[in-house]
């Protein structure tokens, strides 16, 4: 009898424990990081209420507890939590519990703070993926046909690189049009594309930081009359987990993190874009507010490399798709800006063109030459482009297969090194190139 009932009681414990496992639809995920604190991210499938604890690696038996929160339907059923008892450099364990109970994972769940080096030592080593454009397909609305998205199995090549962090740079879903002119429709496009079972222990382990473009902003190539852009913010904010967005104050997710001695200003290429094909007036893809802070913000760091990340290529000559080159005025507006302020160290991050590719732009021997590395696509279509119209591409970096970024920064503080490395869905490396900081310094400033 006392082990019939032990068994009864038994299978109760696992039918609850997977119940509690069953209320989670994706994640969880590690967002920003900082010194004193990390955001920790999940969704449910129904109102739930989830808490997460977190322990040292080095002392697991001193547990810390995030607050309490409740899901709920109008927020997508989404809890953001900080973990605020962390100490600069300690890497840390997580568990997730919904209703009280702990949800089990088989691969690791885990964050960092970041180091406290400044006065102490060099800046530490830094390896962080990039990559743009992820396609998952739900057949009953994508467009009939080959499907779209494909060889999901790169997220598993990115999580064995085991970077610090992840760079997105847009298009990290895409929005179909039964999503984009409801806010329940982006709501489920977001949670759709989260939950893809390939992405879930990179989630879980990696820290994650994004922008947008157009496809997870609105429909293809949308710009600043979109009626929805303010939902589009409100569900990107939702689902990333950046230290900040809309700095300037005038909307949208613009926005700016530091690693190490590293700083990433986060661009907005959409909320304040005019058409692409309107020629009546001024055109603008950024607009003078969000230009403004750009160059401020980069005339104040003292970073080594000040990579800007935006949606769309800036460098590229191409006056074609949506590159920055349509808004020529704009774009060299920016360049000179960069130039007038002596600014040094600049790189530019982006995706979109569904191919991978670096340009490389050096007006004189008097200035040191601006990169911009297009990195793209992860699953969706990717297909080969030859840039015949720019002037400023490497043609042995363009690649037209799936594949994603590593970039690792290291070296002593006064001579970093940026090593940027492209790999295909395998995790085979398809191309490397080395950057020193000191090669992107005016002439005077060079030793």
């Not at 594309?193 to 609105?218: N, V």
Request: proline share 4%; with cysteine; glycine share 6%.
């Amino acid at each position: 009898m006392i082990k019939k009932i032990f068994f009864v009681a038994i299978l109760f414990m696992n039918s609850f424990m997977m119940l509690a496992q069953d209320l989670v639809q994706s994640g969880p995920m590690v967002g920003y990081s900082s010194m004193k604190e990390a955001l920790l991210w999940v969704q449910t499938t129904k109102a739930a209420e989830v808490h997460f604890e977190y322990f040292d690696k080095e002392n697991p038996k001193k547990r810390f507890k995030t607050e309490k929160y409740t899901t709920e339907k109008n927020l997508g059923y989404v809890a953001k939590l900080v973990a605020d008892d962390i100490q600069p450099g300690k890497k840390y364990m997580y568990e997730v519990f919904v209703n009280g109970r702990r949800i089990k994972r088989d691969y690791p769940m885990e964050f960092q703070a970041q180091t406290l080096w400044q006065w102490r030592t060099d800046p530490p080593e830094v390896n962080f993926a990039v990559g743009s454009c992820n396609y998952v397909n739900e057949k009953e609305v994508d467009r009939p046909g080959r499907p779209y998205g494909s060889e999901y199995e790169i997220f598993t090549s990115i999580h064995k690189k085991d970077p610090d962090f992840m760079l997105w740079l847009g298009d990290n879903t895409y929005l179909r049009e039964v999503d984009w002119d409801s806010r329940k429709g982006f709501l489920h496009r977001y949670t759709h594309t989260r939950s893809l079972p390939e992405l879930q222990p990179l989630l879980a382990s990696t820290h994650h930081y994004a922008i947008w473009d157009d496809h997870d902003f609105g429909p293809n190539n949308s710009n600043g009359s979109y009626a929805m852009k303010d939902t589009a913010s409100e569900i990107f904010k939702l689902f990333w987990g950046n230290p900040n967005y809309d700095v300037i104050k005038k909307g949208g997710i613009t926005g700016h993190f530091q690693w190490a001695d590293l700083e990433f200003f986060l661009l907005d290429n959409r909320y304040y874009r005019t058409a692409n094909n309107n020629y009546t007036g001024e055109r603008q893809m950024l607009g003078k507010e969000q230009i403004d802070w750009l160059i401020n913000a980069l005339a104040s760091s003292r970073s080594p490399f000040k990579f800007i990340a935006i949606g769309g290529q800036f460098i590229s000559s191409e006056a074609m798709y949506e590159n920055h080159a349509l808004f020529q005025k704009e774009r060299n507006y920016i360049i000179q800006k960069i130039r007038e302020a002596r600014i040094e160290g600049v790189i530019f991050l982006d995706g979109d063109r569904h191919h991978t590719g670096l340009s490389k732009m050096q007006e004189s021997d008097r200035v040191y030459p601006l990169y911009d590395l297009t990195c793209s696509s992860l699953t969706a279509g990717a297909h080969k482009n030859k840039e015949e119209l720019n002037v400023y591409k490497l043609q042995e970096t363009l690649v037209g297969v799936h594949n994603f970024g590593i970039l690792n920064v290291s070296g002593p503080r006064k001579d970093r090194v940026l090593t940027m490395k492209i790999f295909d869905k395998d995790g085979k490396e398809l191309w490397t190139k080395a950057i020193k900081a000191q090669d992107l310094r005016y002439r005077s400033r060079r030793r």
